[in-house]
T-cell receptor
């Protein structure tokens, strides 16, 4: 069974640009969550999607947005990039939402903002 | 809101020794406490979890204990091996929502052969 895949693995952008990251969950998983990981703040929750609906959103500015498609694949978008957005962005999938069933993380997308 | 503190931030042990990582949480409503292992270049991987109706759980060389009264939980790794070297994260949450799952800052474990 293929794991969670994230594309691209690495991105370099400049301030003010926007970026779209993609996540393909494990087949059959309908819940997708996104996290930002930095050395200073650790793992911070961005949002959770289930059946194309955003169930939860973390404490991030509106520049961070996401969506989920009918095949459960998900994208997140960051507009007007700032230096502080440099981080590892992780996607995780689980079978369903609303209960703590196991989350499977992808390898992440390393975003560098110059 | 929930706050999860994790100690130590780095831990170095000799192969074969035991390693213990401790976490405390603030929200008494938290009832789910997973532990993740993150190897270099990979995403976190769930290694064990415990729910608040259980005090201890064991899986081969890994065990987790939970003290609800003191609001702390610990990860114990026995007979450590070099492949146990990684960053370990604890987390605490409630309500089944990933948005309520708060992570500790991580412990970098190094196992020296």
């Amino acid at each position: 069974k293929a794991g969670v895949t994230q594309t691209p693995r690495y991105l370099i952008k400049t301030r003010g640009q926007q970026v779209t990251l993609s996540c393909s969950p494990i087949s059959g998983h309908r819940s997708v969550s996104w996290y930002q990981q930095t050395p200073g703040q650790g793992l911070q929750f961005l949002f959770e999607y289930f059946s194309e609906t955003q169930r939860n959103k973390g404490n991030f500015p509106g520049r961070f947005s996401g969506r989920q498609f009918s095949n459960s694949r998900s994208e997140m978008n960051v507009s007007t990039l700032e230096l502080g957005d440099s981080a590892l962005y992780l996607c995780a999938s689980s079978l369903v939402a609303g209960s703590y069933n196991e989350q499977f993380f992808g390898p992440g997308t390393r975003l560098t903002v110059l | 809101g929930e706050n999860v503190e994790q100690h130590p931030s780095t831990l170095s042990v000799q192969e074969g020794d035991s390693a213990v990582i401790k976490c405390t949480y603030s929200d008494s409503a938290s009832n789910y406490f997973p532990w993740y292992k993150q190897e270099l270049g990979k995403g976190p991987q769930l290694i064990i979890d415990i729910r608040s109706n259980v005090g201890e759980k064991k899986d081969q060389r890994i065990a987790v204990t939970l003290n609800k009264t003191a609001k702390h939980f610990s990860l114990h790794i026995t007979e450590t091996q070099p492949e146990d070297s990684a960053v370990y994260f604890c987390a605490g949450g409630y309500g089944g929502s990933q948005g309520n799952l708060i992570f500790g800052k991580g412990t970098k474990l190094s196992v020296k052969p």
